[in-house]
Protein backbone atom coordinates (compact mmCIF):
# COMPACT_ATOMS: atom_id res chain seq x y z
CA UNK A 1 0.00 0.00 0.00
CA UNK A 2 3.00 2.54 0.86
CA UNK A 3 4.60 1.79 -2.23
CA UNK A 4 1.45 2.37 -4.50
CA UNK A 5 0.96 5.38 -2.55
CA UNK A 6 4.46 6.77 -2.87
CA UNK A 7 3.80 5.70 -7.15
CA UNK A 8 0.21 7.67 -6.60
CA UNK A 9 2.65 10.95 -5.64
CA UNK A 10 4.50 10.70 -8.62
CA UNK A 11 1.67 10.53 -10.82
CA UNK A 12 0.18 13.40 -9.13
CA UNK A 13 2.60 15.66 -9.40
CA UNK A 14 3.47 15.16 -13.25
CA UNK A 15 -0.36 15.69 -13.68
CA UNK A 16 -0.02 18.48 -11.58
CA UNK A 17 2.94 19.63 -13.50
CA UNK A 18 1.38 19.41 -16.67
CA UNK A 19 -1.91 21.51 -15.71
CA UNK A 20 0.38 24.55 -14.42
CA UNK A 21 2.14 24.67 -17.86
CA UNK A 22 -1.60 24.47 -19.26
CA UNK A 23 -2.56 27.55 -17.04
CA UNK A 24 1.24 29.84 -17.77
CA UNK A 25 -0.05 28.94 -21.26
CA UNK A 26 -3.96 30.43 -20.85
CA UNK A 27 -2.55 33.16 -18.64
CA UNK A 28 -0.28 35.00 -21.94
CA UNK A 29 -4.10 34.98 -23.69
CA UNK A 30 -6.07 37.96 -21.51
CA UNK A 31 -9.08 37.03 -23.01
CA UNK A 32 -8.77 33.59 -21.36
CA UNK A 33 -8.80 34.57 -18.59
CA UNK A 34 -12.52 33.78 -17.39
CA UNK A 35 -11.56 30.22 -18.85
CA UNK A 36 -8.31 30.48 -16.53
CA UNK A 37 -10.12 30.97 -13.35
CA UNK A 38 -13.15 28.47 -13.99
CA UNK A 39 -10.10 25.90 -14.60
CA UNK A 40 -8.33 26.86 -11.66
CA UNK A 41 -10.93 26.33 -9.56
CA UNK A 42 -10.93 22.20 -10.57
CA UNK A 43 -7.05 22.05 -11.15
CA UNK A 44 -6.69 19.47 -8.82
CA UNK A 45 -9.82 17.39 -9.64
CA UNK A 46 -7.86 14.88 -11.90
CA UNK A 47 -4.97 14.60 -8.88
CA UNK A 48 -7.80 14.10 -6.24
CA UNK A 49 -9.49 11.67 -8.52
CA UNK A 50 -6.21 9.52 -9.80
CA UNK A 51 -5.51 9.73 -5.86
CA UNK A 52 -8.97 8.31 -4.57
CA UNK A 53 -8.81 5.26 -7.19
CA UNK A 54 -5.42 4.46 -5.79
CA UNK A 55 -6.44 4.50 -2.57
CA UNK A 56 -9.58 2.65 -3.15
CA UNK A 57 -8.10 0.40 -5.35
CA UNK A 58 -5.20 -0.42 -2.64
CA UNK A 59 -8.16 -0.92 0.00
CA UNK A 60 -10.14 -3.32 -2.35
CA UNK A 61 -6.80 -5.36 -3.01
CA UNK A 62 -5.85 -5.72 0.59
CA UNK A 63 -9.39 -6.87 1.33
CA UNK A 64 -9.54 -9.70 -1.30
CA UNK A 65 -6.46 -10.89 0.26
CA UNK A 66 -7.54 -10.72 3.70
CA UNK A 67 -10.36 -12.22 3.53
CA UNK A 68 -8.45 -15.71 2.89
CA UNK A 69 -6.83 -14.95 6.14
CA UNK A 70 -9.54 -13.74 8.21
CA UNK A 71 -9.20 -16.61 11.53
CA UNK A 72 -5.59 -16.93 10.01
CA UNK A 73 -4.78 -15.43 13.74
CA UNK A 74 -6.27 -17.95 15.33
CA UNK A 75 -4.31 -20.75 13.47
CA UNK A 76 -2.98 -23.02 16.26
CA UNK A 77 0.89 -23.58 16.57
CA UNK A 78 2.77 -26.68 14.95
CA UNK A 79 2.74 -29.05 17.76
CA UNK A 80 2.26 -32.55 16.56
CA UNK A 81 -1.26 -32.34 16.99
CA UNK A 82 -4.01 -33.33 13.73
CA UNK A 83 -5.20 -30.14 12.21
CA UNK A 84 -8.76 -30.58 10.65
CA UNK A 85 -11.13 -28.50 8.00
CA UNK A 86 -14.81 -29.26 8.12
CA UNK A 87 -16.43 -26.98 5.36
CA UNK A 88 -20.21 -26.26 5.46
CA UNK A 89 -22.13 -24.21 2.88
CA UNK A 90 -23.61 -22.06 5.81
CA UNK A 91 -23.22 -21.45 9.56
CA UNK A 92 -25.10 -24.66 10.57
CA UNK A 93 -23.65 -27.27 7.61
CA UNK A 94 -20.52 -28.23 9.59
CA UNK A 95 -21.57 -28.26 12.82
CA UNK A 96 -24.45 -30.67 11.96
CA UNK A 97 -22.64 -33.00 9.53
CA UNK A 98 -19.35 -33.38 11.88
CA UNK A 99 -19.96 -31.33 15.38
CA UNK A 100 -19.96 -34.35 17.07
CA UNK A 101 -16.61 -35.79 15.42
CA UNK A 102 -15.20 -32.57 15.85
CA UNK A 103 -15.31 -32.42 19.60
CA UNK A 104 -13.75 -35.95 19.83
CA UNK A 105 -10.96 -34.52 17.84
CA UNK A 106 -10.76 -31.27 20.25
CA UNK A 107 -10.96 -33.69 23.39
CA UNK A 108 -8.04 -35.33 22.33
CA UNK A 109 -6.21 -32.06 21.80
CA UNK A 110 -6.81 -31.77 17.90
CA UNK A 111 -7.08 -28.53 15.79
CA UNK A 112 -10.47 -28.43 14.36
CA UNK A 113 -11.94 -25.76 12.05
CA UNK A 114 -15.44 -25.49 11.28
CA UNK A 115 -15.81 -23.23 8.45
CA UNK A 116 -18.81 -21.92 6.57
CA UNK A 117 -18.43 -20.78 3.31
CA UNK A 118 -21.38 -18.47 2.68
CA UNK A 119 -22.30 -16.33 5.67
CA UNK A 120 -26.22 -17.46 5.76
CA UNK A 121 -27.31 -14.25 5.08
CA UNK A 122 -30.72 -15.13 3.60
CA UNK A 123 -31.38 -18.48 5.71
CA UNK A 124 -34.07 -17.16 7.76
CA UNK A 125 -38.34 -16.54 6.79
CA UNK A 126 -38.15 -13.47 8.65
CA UNK A 127 -35.06 -11.61 8.33
CA UNK A 128 -31.78 -11.17 6.17
CA UNK A 129 -28.97 -9.19 5.20
CA UNK A 130 -26.30 -7.92 7.71
CA UNK A 131 -27.62 -8.34 11.10
CA UNK A 132 -29.22 -12.26 10.44
CA UNK A 133 -25.19 -12.77 8.66
CA UNK A 134 -24.06 -11.84 12.13
CA UNK A 135 -26.88 -13.24 14.34
CA UNK A 136 -25.41 -16.64 12.47
CA UNK A 137 -21.70 -15.88 12.69
CA UNK A 138 -22.34 -15.56 16.44
CA UNK A 139 -24.62 -18.70 16.47
CA UNK A 140 -21.52 -20.71 15.23
CA UNK A 141 -18.63 -18.78 17.34
CA UNK A 142 -21.29 -20.09 20.22
CA UNK A 143 -21.24 -23.42 18.94
CA UNK A 144 -17.22 -23.57 18.46
CA UNK A 145 -16.89 -22.25 21.75
CA UNK A 146 -18.72 -24.99 23.56
CA UNK A 147 -17.25 -28.08 21.29
CA UNK A 148 -13.66 -26.42 21.35
CA UNK A 149 -13.15 -25.84 18.34
CA UNK A 150 -12.78 -22.58 15.80
CA UNK A 151 -14.81 -21.18 14.03
CA UNK A 152 -14.90 -19.06 10.32
CA UNK A 153 -17.86 -17.92 8.49
CA UNK A 154 -16.64 -16.47 4.79
CA UNK A 155 -18.25 -13.17 3.85
CA UNK A 156 -19.87 -14.38 0.76
CA UNK A 157 -23.63 -14.18 0.32
CA UNK A 158 -26.06 -17.30 0.85
CA UNK A 159 -27.43 -18.62 -2.16
CA UNK A 160 -24.56 -17.01 -4.61
CA UNK A 161 -21.62 -19.38 -4.26
CA UNK A 162 -20.68 -19.83 -7.25
CA UNK A 163 -17.57 -22.12 -8.56
CA UNK A 164 -14.96 -19.60 -9.28
CA UNK A 165 -11.22 -19.19 -9.86
CA UNK A 166 -11.32 -16.61 -6.99
CA UNK A 167 -13.22 -18.79 -4.64
CA UNK A 168 -10.70 -21.75 -5.52
CA UNK A 169 -8.04 -19.32 -4.21
CA UNK A 170 -9.95 -18.59 -1.33
CA UNK A 171 -10.59 -22.45 -0.76
CA UNK A 172 -7.03 -23.45 -1.25
CA UNK A 173 -5.55 -20.44 1.03
CA UNK A 174 -7.67 -21.45 3.87
CA UNK A 175 -7.00 -25.23 3.92
CA UNK A 176 -3.11 -24.15 3.37
CA UNK A 177 -3.07 -21.67 6.51
CA UNK A 178 -4.60 -24.32 8.69
CA UNK A 179 -2.02 -26.85 7.36
CA UNK A 180 -4.66 -29.63 7.02
CA UNK A 181 -4.80 -33.01 7.09
CA UNK A 182 -7.71 -33.76 7.37
CA UNK A 183 -10.55 -31.65 5.09
CA UNK A 184 -14.43 -32.63 4.79
CA UNK A 185 -17.09 -30.94 2.97
CA UNK A 186 -19.79 -32.13 0.82
CA UNK A 187 -20.95 -34.03 -1.79
CA UNK A 188 -21.02 -32.10 -4.79
CA UNK A 189 -24.65 -33.82 -5.55
CA UNK A 190 -26.58 -32.35 -2.70
CA UNK A 191 -29.97 -30.21 -2.83
CA UNK A 192 -28.87 -26.73 -2.83
CA UNK A 193 -26.10 -25.26 -4.75
CA UNK A 194 -24.34 -23.61 -2.19
CA UNK A 195 -23.30 -27.34 -0.91
CA UNK A 196 -22.80 -28.42 -4.36
CA UNK A 197 -20.48 -25.66 -4.41
CA UNK A 198 -18.43 -26.21 -1.62
CA UNK A 199 -18.23 -29.84 -2.34
CA UNK A 200 -16.97 -28.81 -6.40
CA UNK A 201 -14.62 -25.44 -4.78
CA UNK A 202 -13.29 -28.29 -2.27
CA UNK A 203 -12.49 -30.88 -5.02
CA UNK A 204 -11.21 -28.45 -7.32
CA UNK A 205 -9.00 -27.42 -4.11
CA UNK A 206 -7.29 -31.29 -3.30
CA UNK A 207 -4.62 -31.18 -5.51
CA UNK A 208 -4.04 -27.14 -5.97
CA UNK A 209 -3.12 -27.00 -1.97
CA UNK A 210 0.15 -28.64 -2.82
CA UNK A 211 1.19 -26.97 -6.19
CA UNK A 212 3.97 -23.86 -5.04
CA UNK A 213 2.82 -21.70 -7.79
CA UNK A 214 -0.49 -21.79 -7.47
CA UNK A 215 -1.56 -18.82 -5.08
CA UNK A 216 2.24 -18.74 -4.22
CA UNK A 217 1.79 -16.16 -1.77
CA UNK A 218 0.59 -18.48 0.50
CA UNK A 219 2.90 -21.52 1.36
CA UNK A 220 1.60 -25.02 -0.27
CA UNK A 221 1.32 -28.15 1.92
CA UNK A 222 4.32 -30.41 1.37
CA UNK A 223 1.86 -33.69 2.32
CA UNK A 224 -1.87 -33.64 0.48
CA UNK A 225 -4.59 -33.63 3.18
CA UNK A 226 -6.99 -36.29 3.34
CA UNK A 227 -9.86 -35.34 1.99
CA UNK A 228 -13.44 -36.65 3.03
CA UNK A 229 -17.12 -36.10 2.17
CA UNK A 230 -20.01 -35.66 4.81
CA UNK A 231 -23.12 -37.84 5.19
CA UNK A 232 -25.96 -36.96 2.88
CA UNK A 233 -29.21 -39.28 1.43
CA UNK A 234 -28.95 -38.01 -2.21
CA UNK A 235 -28.70 -41.11 -4.61
CA UNK A 236 -27.73 -39.95 -7.74
CA UNK A 237 -25.35 -40.46 -9.41
CA UNK A 238 -24.78 -42.57 -6.24
CA UNK A 239 -25.61 -42.80 -2.72
CA UNK A 240 -22.94 -42.13 -0.20
CA UNK A 241 -20.79 -44.58 0.85
CA UNK A 242 -19.66 -45.03 4.83
CA UNK A 243 -15.45 -45.32 4.49
CA UNK A 244 -15.43 -43.84 8.44
CA UNK A 245 -18.02 -44.22 10.68
CA UNK A 246 -17.38 -42.73 14.11
CA UNK A 247 -19.56 -43.59 17.59
CA UNK A 248 -20.41 -39.92 18.77
CA UNK A 249 -22.21 -41.60 21.80
CA UNK A 250 -19.83 -40.12 24.58
CA UNK A 251 -20.39 -36.20 22.90
CA UNK A 252 -23.68 -36.96 21.75
CA UNK A 253 -25.03 -34.40 25.12
CA UNK A 254 -22.29 -31.91 24.29
CA UNK A 255 -23.09 -31.94 20.62
CA UNK A 256 -26.63 -31.29 21.49
CA UNK A 257 -25.84 -28.37 24.33
CA UNK A 258 -23.68 -27.22 21.37
CA UNK A 259 -26.31 -26.95 18.47
CA UNK A 260 -28.55 -25.15 21.24
CA UNK A 261 -27.17 -22.23 20.55
CA UNK A 262 -28.08 -22.64 16.92
CA UNK A 263 -31.29 -20.83 18.00
CA UNK A 264 -32.39 -19.26 14.02
CA UNK A 265 -31.88 -22.24 12.40
CA UNK A 266 -32.84 -24.63 14.77
CA UNK A 267 -36.23 -23.35 16.67
CA UNK A 268 -37.01 -20.63 14.43
CA UNK A 269 -36.74 -22.90 11.19
CA UNK A 270 -34.63 -20.86 8.92
CA UNK A 271 -35.11 -20.28 5.29
CA UNK A 272 -38.16 -23.39 5.84
CA UNK A 273 -39.35 -21.98 9.09
CA UNK A 274 -42.94 -19.79 9.51
CA UNK A 275 -44.66 -18.75 12.50
CA UNK A 276 -46.79 -21.79 12.55
CA UNK A 277 -43.60 -23.57 13.08
CA UNK A 278 -42.29 -21.32 15.69
CA UNK A 279 -44.99 -22.15 17.20
CA UNK A 280 -44.66 -26.05 17.69
CA UNK A 281 -41.42 -25.38 19.34
CA UNK A 282 -41.25 -25.13 23.26
CA UNK A 283 -40.99 -21.18 23.77
CA UNK A 284 -37.46 -19.09 24.12
CA UNK A 285 -38.33 -19.17 27.51
CA UNK A 286 -38.66 -22.98 28.17
CA UNK A 287 -34.50 -23.94 27.41
CA UNK A 288 -34.98 -27.87 29.17
CA UNK A 289 -37.68 -28.18 27.01
CA UNK A 290 -36.24 -26.99 23.73
CA UNK A 291 -33.01 -28.65 24.96
CA UNK A 292 -35.16 -31.87 24.96
CA UNK A 293 -37.00 -31.40 21.96
CA UNK A 294 -33.57 -31.28 19.94
CA UNK A 295 -32.13 -33.88 21.83
CA UNK A 296 -35.14 -36.17 20.26
CA UNK A 297 -34.41 -35.08 16.92
CA UNK A 298 -31.13 -35.45 16.76
CA UNK A 299 -31.46 -39.09 18.50
CA UNK A 300 -33.80 -40.22 15.53
CA UNK A 301 -31.13 -38.58 12.73
CA UNK A 302 -27.95 -40.13 14.74
CA UNK A 303 -29.29 -43.50 15.24
CA UNK A 304 -30.79 -43.50 11.63
CA UNK A 305 -26.82 -43.08 10.48
CA UNK A 306 -26.07 -45.81 12.97
CA UNK A 307 -28.34 -48.37 11.70
CA UNK A 308 -28.05 -47.25 7.91
CA UNK A 309 -23.80 -47.83 8.88
CA UNK A 310 -23.43 -50.55 11.09
CA UNK A 311 -21.87 -52.64 8.73
CA UNK A 312 -19.11 -50.15 8.65
CA UNK A 313 -19.06 -49.72 12.49
CA UNK A 314 -18.74 -53.08 12.56
CA UNK A 315 -15.61 -52.68 10.50
CA UNK A 316 -14.36 -50.29 13.12
CA UNK A 317 -15.54 -51.43 16.75
CA UNK A 318 -15.99 -55.19 16.18
CA UNK A 319 -19.55 -56.71 16.18
CA UNK A 320 -20.24 -56.78 19.94
CA UNK A 321 -19.11 -52.75 20.22
CA UNK A 322 -20.69 -51.63 17.16
CA UNK A 323 -24.25 -53.13 17.87
CA UNK A 324 -24.57 -51.18 20.79
CA UNK A 325 -23.82 -47.86 19.22
CA UNK A 326 -26.63 -45.35 19.14
CA UNK A 327 -25.34 -42.30 17.77
CA UNK A 328 -22.96 -42.08 14.63
CA UNK A 329 -21.36 -39.82 12.39
CA UNK A 330 -19.93 -41.05 8.91
CA UNK A 331 -17.48 -40.24 6.38
CA UNK A 332 -16.52 -41.13 2.57
CA UNK A 333 -13.35 -40.78 0.94
CA UNK A 334 -12.73 -38.29 -1.65
CA UNK A 335 -10.83 -40.07 -4.42
CA UNK A 336 -8.95 -36.56 -4.82
CA UNK A 337 -5.88 -35.46 -2.58
CA UNK A 338 -3.89 -38.57 -0.18
CA UNK A 339 -4.75 -41.53 -0.60
CA UNK A 340 -4.87 -43.30 3.20
CA UNK A 341 -4.19 -46.79 4.14
CA UNK A 342 -6.73 -48.44 6.27
CA UNK A 343 -4.01 -47.47 9.43
CA UNK A 344 -3.40 -44.11 8.12
CA UNK A 345 -7.12 -43.27 8.41
CA UNK A 346 -7.17 -44.58 12.11
CA UNK A 347 -4.44 -42.84 13.13
CA UNK A 348 -6.52 -39.35 11.53
CA UNK A 349 -9.75 -40.78 13.17
CA UNK A 350 -7.86 -41.80 16.89
CA UNK A 351 -11.25 -42.83 18.37
CA UNK A 352 -11.36 -46.52 17.52
CA UNK A 353 -8.40 -48.31 20.12
CA UNK A 354 -9.83 -47.89 23.26
CA UNK A 355 -13.54 -49.12 24.56
CA UNK A 356 -16.15 -46.62 23.51
CA UNK A 357 -19.14 -47.21 25.92
CA UNK A 358 -22.24 -45.68 24.18
ZN1 LIG B 1 -26.66 -25.48 4.21
Redesign the pocket.
Known sequence: MWHNSSHSGRILSAVERTIDGVIRFLHRNRSLERTIMTYEHFRFLPGIAILFSTIMGSLLYESTNLRAAEGASSVPPDDGKLRIIVF???P??AEYKAGGVAAKWAKLGHHVKLCSVTNGDIGHWQMAGGPLAQRRAAESAAVAKKLGVTSQVLDIHDGELEPTLENRRLITKIIREWKADVVISHRPWDY?P??RYVGILVQDAAFMVTVPFFCPDTPHLQKNPVFLYSSDMFQKPYPFKADVVVSVDDVFDLKIEALHSLESQIYEGGASGSEEYVRTIPPASDVPGRKAWLKQRWHERHSREADRFRDALIEYYGEERAKAVTHAEAFELCEYGRKPTAAELRQLFPFFEKPNQP
Open positions: GAHDDHDH
